[in-house]
């Protein structure tokens, strides 16, 4: 039964996994230095996935499974039934994942398989668990989640995938902002004194149609970047998808004294703004992905827009 399991890829900060498409995540939270992932199925927790930087020094695992496993079995206690935990349970090696690893299960009133590992290039310490019932093939699940997981990109671009938003973004740029609420999502990203945006809302019909895109992206732009830049609109595509494409040069940029100061204060050129709102009848929700960004970064978010995936291709033939 577990084999017929459908699995998503979950992308977050660096970090990705695949679990079983019917678990929802339902917590996102931290950054590059700490955080967590957590996937439930009705209300039941299903995988929980934790990290932190460690900047400097030896990281023990043998010394902090025990600590962790200490605290584990006590909570497991306060449920009033036998709680039985075993170590080293050879679920992943070494050799598997390229990562120091140690693994651990436990039982009692359910069956849950633990992993703990360290990477020596990203130096992320990484505890991720996977909770089940003795009717089902936890160690299967477990095993096939933990091989999946890596805790950095294998190259310069990083893979998003969360709430049903998938995009790639550039290696350095990091997220200072998420807003998650029913009908919209938005990620914003920072380098320096550039950033982007990606967000999506939805039902796509019920905001707006083709005929006023140009209205609802305006909307969707803040006071600052109106006040900061003289913008300009025209139809595009994406995706094969009505689209409308809005670029901005920055108020100051033709004043030269303006321009002057800025050599001279920050020696960074002013921002230009790019943007493209597009509606996907499919998945019926708005995509917009905009930035205020330097000359030499308007490529890469071109790149970002290219790399959204707005609907399954296979829900296009139905």
Not at 14 to 20: D, I, K, N, S
Not at 50 to 58: D, F, I, P
Not at 110 to 125: E, K, N, S, V
Not at 132 to 138: K, L, R, S, T
Request: glycine share 6%; hydrophobic share 40%.
């Amino acid at each position: 039964m577990n084999q017929a399991l459908d699995y998503q890829l979950v992308g977050w900060l660096g970090l990705t996994v695949r679990v079983p498409s019917h678990w929802d995540l339902v917590l996102a939270k931290g950054n590059r230095f700490d955080g967590l992932l957590r996937f439930d199925e009705e209300s039941f927790t299903r995988c929980h996935i934790q990290w932190t930087l460690v900047s400097a020094g030896k990281v023990a695992l043998d010394e902090q499974l025990e600590r962790y496993l200490e605290l584990f079995a006590r909570q497991l206690k306060k449920k009033g039934t036998p709680v039985r935990i075993r170590r080293d349970v050879g679920l992943v090696t070494r050799k598997d994942v390229h990562r120091n690893v140690r693994t651990f299960a436990w039982e009692d009133s359910t069956i849950g398989y633990g992993m703990l590992w360290f990477c020596d290039q990203c130096r992320r310490a990484l505890l991720a668990q996977v909770y089940g019932f003795p009717h089902e093939n936890v160690r299967s699940i477990a095993k096939r989640i933990f091989l999946s997981l890596s805790d950095h990109p294998a190259g310069e671009w990083e893979h998003w995938s969360v709430y049903g938003a998938t995009f790639d973004v550039p290696a350095g740029w990091d997220l200072t902002e998420s807003q998650i609420a029913a009908g919209k999502l938005r990620l914003h990203f920072r380098k320096g004194p550039w950033s982007f945006s990606m967000e999506r809302w939805g039902p796509a019909s019920a905001l707006l149609t083709d005929s006023d895109m140009e209205s609802f992206i305006l909307r969707a732009l803040s006071e600052e970047t109106r006040r900061q830049f003289t913008l300009y609109c025209r139809p595009d595509a994406v995706k094969g998808h009505s689209a409308l494409r809005l670029v901005g040069s920055h108020k100051f940029a033709k004043r030269p004294l303006a321009l002057l100061w800025r050599q001279l204060t920050s020696g960074q050129p002013f921002p230009r703004f790019i943007g493209v709102l597009w509606v996907c009848p499919v998945s019926n929700r708005v995509y917009l992905v905009s930035g205020s960004v330097s000359p030499s970064d308007e490529q890469a978010v071109e790149r970002v827009i290219e790399s959204v995936i707005c609907h399954d291709e296979g829900m296009a033939d139905r």
